[in-house]
């Protein structure tokens, strides 16, 4: 078999695995929608499945020598202002966990993060597929855990745009990868805070 048919094949897989929680990301569109319990507990799912896509893009974007684990990395990360969950107020650590405030964040930074993952399409030409792929089902994924709050509000939400791609892109292809790389590992662990999130939300609605 062939590289083509390799590629092929692969994507056939995915399509077909995710065509198995197509109801999760197609339904929340609806404001009067009501999540059942089980389309509930398939939204953790959701988000692991958007980590492991993540993953394998972190992993081919850190084949560049000394890439990961860079000096400046830390300094980077907070030039690129993205979403991010670390202080109680956020409502979604497990100790303080507040599903109306939480949930409404979640949203919110999973539509900002859609800026993020239009550079990673520039940045990472030949697996656009999966990037838009993460991105579909990034934006169902929020519309479901808006769904999940008790009173979702409007105006508990975030969604201004803190930067653009254009602020994104640079002339230097190492400061690009870079780039890339920091936010493919923001968005895996956030996913990972969100997947927490989702499952602590349905215990609480128990």
């Known amino acids: 078999m062939d590289c083509t048919s390799s590629t092929s094949s692969a994507w056939l897989l995915v399509y ?12 929340p569109t609806s404001p009067h929608y009501s999540l059942t319990s089980q389309t509930k ?10 980590i492991t ?3 394998k893009l972190y992993s081919e974007i850190c084949k560049t020598p000394s890439l990961c684990g860079s000096s400046v990395e830390h300094i980077l990360r907070m030039d690129l202002k993205l979403p991010e969950i670390k202080d109680i107020e956020s409502g979604c650590l497990s100790t303080k966990f507040n599903k109306e ?3 409404p ?3 919110s930074d999973l539509l900002k993060f859609q800026t993020y993952l239009d550079f990673l399409k520039e940045s990472m030409p030949s697996h ?7 991105q579909v089902k990034s934006i169902s994924l929020a519309n479901a855990i808006k769904q999940l709050a008790e009173n979702p509000s409007e105006d508990k939400e975030d969604t ?5 791609v254009a602020d994104l892109r640079s002339n230097n292809t190492w400061n690009q990868n870079l ?5 493919l590992q923001s968005f895996k662990e956030y996913m990972k805070k969100t997947a927490r999130a989702v499952r602590n939300s349905v215990k609480a609605s128990k």
Request: glycine share 4%; with cysteine.
């Open 16 to 27: 077909v695995a995710m065509m198995a929680i197509a109801v999760v990301w197609s339904a």
């Open 41 to 50: 507990g398939s939204l953790e799912n959701v988000a692991n499945v958007l």
């Open 53 to 55: 896509e993540a993953d």
């Open 101 to 103: 405030k939480c949930l």
């Open 105 to 107: 964040k979640i949203y």
């Open 128 to 134: 656009q597929n999966i990037i838009e792929f993460m």
């Open 160 to 164: 201004t745009p803190g930067i653009t």
């Open 179 to 183: 780039t890339s790389y920091i936010i």
